[in-house]
């Protein structure tokens, strides 16, 4: 449910979330940023002058929007499908197609003749992290 997939969001500050499909396969990419777009009345995305005259005792009541909502129904009818990287994806591959298809997580799985099989999900934050790591390295960096 919407409700849950927002404190998922906020409570480990994660950029997104990979939605799944009926079979368990990345089906699509929830972005934090969409799910607060959730939370907006459309009058006041339309005229973001009104956001200043909602006093914050109704601002606090925004997430009540949430309830009974799906996960799904947060979702543009255009989302794309996530991007996939193969297990044995090196992070320059992973942080390649994070960037060509500008997408704050990338979902790890196998694909099969049976289907695709998720093994994980990393974050722009995580891989990031990775990366900056091995600068730190001890003759990282450094040329030939």
Known sequence: MAPDA??????HRLPGLLVLDGRGEPKAI????????????SYVIDDPGLAAVIDEQHADRLCERLAGRRV????????PPPPIAAPDDTALEVAALMARVRSPLVAVAEKTREGTHLIGVITASHLLQELLGSMSTPGAGTGP
């Open 6 to 11: 927002a404190r998922l969001l906020a409570e």
């Open 72 to 79: 799904g129904d947060c979702l543009h009818r255009t989302t």
């Open 30 to 41: 929830l972005p934090a940023s969409q799910l607060v777009k959730t939370l907006v009345p």
